[in-house]
């Protein structure tokens, strides 16, 4: 397959360097340095400023859009329109509703569209998926979660502060992640409570994220992101009525990957303990761009796709009501 990716910034690097043996046709960029920076790594691929024609090109099957969040629905829409294959970064778009019309042209044109969630395809994530599959936890209960970093001298000035370009804060961030981990273990969920505060940086969007929410079950959802973590933290705990998943660290910075698995017992004692270790280098996101061709190869829809980051969205949207954002 060849692929266009349009946005040559740190994401659009990463996923140049795991294409899986597919080939990167085209390095599109509003920052001519950018692209020729990264095509410069790839021989034979073009470079271009102009995404209206990148997603166009004859010799484009796939787009892969790693834009800031205002654009990446337009692109990903004009893509479909062409009838190319998308891949749209996480969180999709702004709002919801911004992501109808990419939905309705895909659905016209025959592409196909997977929304970037990396998360689900981390090896302790892959390992509790499996887990939980069996039906050794029984009923899950709850989910507890935290992520979150400190930030960077100026970051109030970047472009995640500005609600126009972004769309908000930490919740459409790192929150979106927890919140689509939690629907793929818990299912359909509903915002029942939460808030989004800005306590540390001198900027219009929160920097911290804190949303209850539940299943038509009554199963829960405790989620908090935040952007006032001076020590990086990735922490995902999963509780079944025979036994606990817990998820640490996602590499680098967040600490080694690893899942622990705490078995209940009968006598409800301290429990026996399975831990897996993870410290190799992260490879979510080979993994799941090489789903997506698995989803191309096949005429599958892609899961998480469009409707996956609109249901998390959604989530976001009713926090920003709730707290007046």
């Not at 992501?99 to 990396?118: E, I, Y």
């Amino acid at each position: 397959m060849r692929i266009a990716i349009v946005g040559c910034g740190l994401i659009g690097q990463k996923r140049a360097s795991t294409l899986g043996g597919q080939t990167l046709a085209v390095c599109c960029d509003v920052d001519l340095s950018k692209a020729e920076s990264l095509a410069a790594k790839i021989p034979g691929a073009a470079v271009s400023t102009d995404w209206r024609s990148t997603v166009a090109r004859d010799d484009v099957d796939v787009v892969i859009v790693c834009t800031t969040h205002n654009l990446l629905p337009q692109i990903a829409q004009a893509a479909a329109a062409h009838g190319k294959h998308v891949l749209i970064e996480k969180p999709g778009a702004r709002r919801a509703a911004e992501l109808d019309v990419v939905r309705q042209t895909a659905n016209r044109t025959g592409a196909l569209v997977r929304v970037g969630f990396n998360h689900r395809y981390h090896r302790a994530f892959i390992k509790a998926r499996e887990i939980f599959e069996s039906g050794v936890l029984e009923d899950l209960l709850f989910i507890r979660a935290r992520y979150g970093h400190g930030g960077r001298p100026g970051y109030e000035k970047e472009w995640r502060a500005d609600a126009a370009i972004s769309g908000g804060g930490e919740a459409i961030d790192q929150g979106m992640h927890l919140i689509d981990l939690a629907r793929w273990f818990l299912g359909d969920l509903k915002l029942t409570g939460g808030k989004a505060a800005t306590y540390f940086w001198n900027m219009p969007v929160e920097d911290n994220a804190f949303l209850l929410l539940e299943t038509a079950g009554q199963q829960v959802a405790f989620l908090h992101s935040g952007w006032t973590e001076w020590k990086n933290i990735f922490s995902f705990e999963i509780f079944g009525r025979m036994g606990k998943l817990e998820i640490s660290g996602l590499g680098g910075s967040y600490g080694v990957e690893t899942l622990r698995h705490y078995q209940m017992t009968a006598e409800m004692g301290p429990p026996p303990t399975i831990i897996y270790e993870y410290p190799m280098s992260d490879d979510s996101w080979l993994r799941e761009f090489s789903e997506f061709m698995e989803d191309v190869r096949l005429g599958r829809k892609p899961r998480p796709g469009i409707e996956d980051a609109q249901a998390a969205l959604t989530i976001v949207e009713n926090l920003y009501a709730n707290s007046k954002l």
